[in-house]
């Protein structure tokens, strides 16, 4: 069985990705730079299943990029829970701010334009329930350690794209490939980490769960 055949089939046994949502998919693939950075259906719908697992209140996301993931957080939210997610790079606003705000979830989510290392600490976020970082590798291990004491304890932090590629295997990545050292930091970061609990799993491009003790 090849890779896209596995696919097929877990697509085909699951909870559909809904039309609001495979609208967002195509437009992203169509007019986005990078469009394979959307979640998708398959992590978009353990997205969802993590959030109803988890019952968050307060819920942040670092890196907003077309809104997908965000649509799907915020779907399992619970009434009066909230969702901020931030967005680094304000050319993505004119794409974004629609499809977030034309969804049925438009009321759970604020979407804010900035740096998040420095928006998260202003606006004084606190007590932080579920938290998913999919922003720039290179400062994996800076969000990392700016979120986890402003994380109740049980709460939850996700990180995408963890196994980036494969790349976190190479034992001596180019000096220059930044995102990869970024990614090896972080994940060695975690795994010594003994203030939280974690397991990384291996759907799509790797999604570790970290765990505050």
């Known amino acids: 069985m090849t890779a896209d055949n596995l696919d097929d089939y877990i697509v085909r046994h699951i909870d559909p990705e809904g039309d609001y949502l495979h609208r967002l998919w195509r437009d992203t693939q169509l007019r986005l730079s990078y469009g394979q950075m959307a979640s998708g259906h398959v992590q978009g719908r353990l997205l969802k299943m993590l959030t109803r697992m988890v019952k968050p209140r307060l819920t942040v996301e670092l890196g907003t990029f077309s809104g997908y993931s965000a649509l799907c957080i915020a779907e399992g939210l619970e009434e009066g829970a909230v969702l901020h997610t931030f967005e680094i790079y304000d050319e993505q606003e004119d794409f974004t701010r629609p499809w977030i705000e034309g969804s049925n979830f438009r009321d759970k989510i604020r979407f804010h334009i900035g740096d998040a290392l420095r928006l998260i600490?202003?606006?004084?976020?606190?007590?932080?329930?579920?938290?998913?970082?999919?922003?720039?590798?290179?400062?994996?291990?800076?969000?990392?350690?700016?979120?986890?004491?402003?994380?109740?304890?049980?709460?939850?932090?996700?990180?995408?794209?963890?196994?980036?590629?494969?790349?976190?295997?190479?034992?001596?990545?180019?000096?220059?490939?930044?995102?990869?050292?970024?990614?090896?930091?972080?994940?060695?970061l975690v795994a010594a980490d003994e203030r939280v609990e974690k397991v990384i799993v291996p759907v799509r491009d790797g999604l570790t769960v970290i765990r505050k003790r």
């Open 121 to 188: 600490p202003e606006m004084g976020l606190k007590d932080i329930d579920l938290a998913f970082i999919d922003a720039d590798k290179r400062h994996y291990v800076d969000f990392y350690e700016m979120l986890l004491p402003r994380m109740r304890t049980g709460g939850f932090i996700l990180a995408d794209n963890t196994l980036w590629y494969g790349h976190v295997t190479e034992e001596h990545p180019r000096e220059s490939d930044l995102q990869t050292l970024g990614i090896k930091r972080f994940n060695d």
